[in-house]
């Protein structure tokens, strides 16, 4: 579990260091279940537990003599694991393997249904609540290839952030890197979950990867959704790089983003910089009521903290006026709120944007991935010429 761990934006070597105390929010996963798939996947089990009813233990008793590996006269068939996939609770985990590893093995001439297991097993080990069991069988080289699909590393990936195993996360990350599936070697969806990994650690060696890991993506010319821009660059403050995190908030198309206006005025009072960060505060008085904005153009109490800290670190009492000035307006529209940066930066992700279209419940991922391609964006300088 993640606690309640409070970190300090690092100290830079500069009068101007504002030093307040930003809070880690306990665990929590990212992706919405809905976005994963797992609601339509606990309707589906319900739907089965409903029909089996008194069955269960009698069908289950079954698999054990059909998943045995000695006997192999039997089969198991895409229904079978259907089946209890959907039935499994926390005790039949050790069958279901048997059975996954046995319907793998068997002669692929048997097998005519299309039907991709990968994405529905995650959702069960989601749904179960059981990350580190998940992370064994994905890696059990006897089910080599049965866990390929790039949903099923995300799904796996928010398991296991949702629980705390962040280096688990980063692992699962490598490995989707090497699989290059459709084509992509960076998914954007898994990319978002490799630095909320990086930013929930929060180490200087979090932050060196996830450094490198954007400087590869500007390679590539690769554009991260912005949600990956915020983790790496919040994280950039508090390991005490605000000058990183300028640059990589510079690549967010829309900069008027409530955790993106947020995060610059923590960098740039942490530079010593508040009288760039003013105008960031000024243009909200002029533009709260854009049509534009999905929410509220507002702060959160922490950023405003820390203006305040490098206001008065600066001395210069005409900025100091019109800072309280444009403090005056703000409090007055109640635009200064008491709720987390952190909370902001992981809160759920309600939708998930795939190249292929989402797979349905009843149907599951029974089409063949595309590869992508198409032309290369160009390069991009950024942080790596920071590094």
Not at 129 to 155: H, S, Y
Not at 157 to 163: A, E, G, I, R, Y
Not at 198 to 207: D, L, M, Q, V
Not at 325 to 345: E, F, G, T, Y
């Amino acid at each position: 579990m993640w606690g309640r761990n409070a970190f300090t934006c690092t100290r830079i070597s500069s009068k101007f260091l504002s030093r307040q105390q930003l809070v880690l929010s306990s665990a929590q996963n990212l992706y919405s279940p809905a976005a994963l798939g797992v609601n339509g996947f606990e309707f589906a089990r319900s739907k089965i537990k409903q029909q089996f009813q008194t069955l269960e233990p009698k069908f289950k008793d079954k698999m054990k003599e059909f998943a045995d590996p000695a006997v192999t006269s039997s089969t198991i068939f895409t229904e079978d694991l259907k089946h209890m996939v959907h039935l499994a609770e926390e005790s039949d985990l050790a069958l279901l393997r048997q059975m996954m590893i046995k319907f793998s093995s068997q002669n692929k001439d048997l097998r005519f249904g299309t039907f991709i297991f990968g994405p529905v097993v995650m959702r069960m080990y989601y749904f179960l609540n059981q990350p580190l069991e998940a992370l064994e069988v994905f890696k059990d080289p006897k089910l080599d290839g049965f866990f390929d699909q790039l949903v099923t590393f995300q799904i796996l990936m928010d398991l296991l952030l949702k629980n705390g195993h962040f280096d688990e996360v980063l692992e699962v990350f490598e490995h989707v890197r090497g699989q290059q599936l459709q084509g992509a070697k960076f998914p954007k969806n898994t990319v978002v979950l490799a630095f909320a990994a990086c930013y929930k650690k929060n180490t200087p060696e979090a932050h060196k990867y996830a450094k490198q890991l954007w400087s590869d993506l500007n390679t590539v010319g690769h554009y991260p959704m912005r949600r990956a821009a915020t983790f790496a660059a919040a994280l950039a403050i508090n390991q005490n790089e605000p000058g990183v995190a300028l640059e990589i908030l510079t690549t967010v198309k829309r900069q008027t983003y409530v955790t993106v206006r947020n995060l610059k005025i923590c960098a740039l009072a942490d530079l010593g910089r508040p009288d760039d960060a003013l105008p960031i505060l000024r243009n909200v008085l002029e533009f709260r009521d854009s049509p534009m904005e999905g929410q509220a153009h507002t702060f959160y109490k922490e950023t405003i903290e820390k203006m305040d800290s490098s206001i008065q670190k600066v001395n210069n009492p005409e900025l100091t006026t019109e800072y309280e000035n444009v403090m005056k307006k703000l409090v007055s529209l109640k635009l200064i709120i008491n709720d987390s940066l952190d909370a902001q930066l992981c809160s759920d992700i309600d939708a998930v944007q795939l190249n292929q279209k989402r797979d349905r419940q009843d149907a599951p991922f029974n089409r063949n991935f595309r590869k992508g391609g198409g032309n290369r964006l160009p390069y991009r300088p950024g942080v790596h010429d920071m590094m």
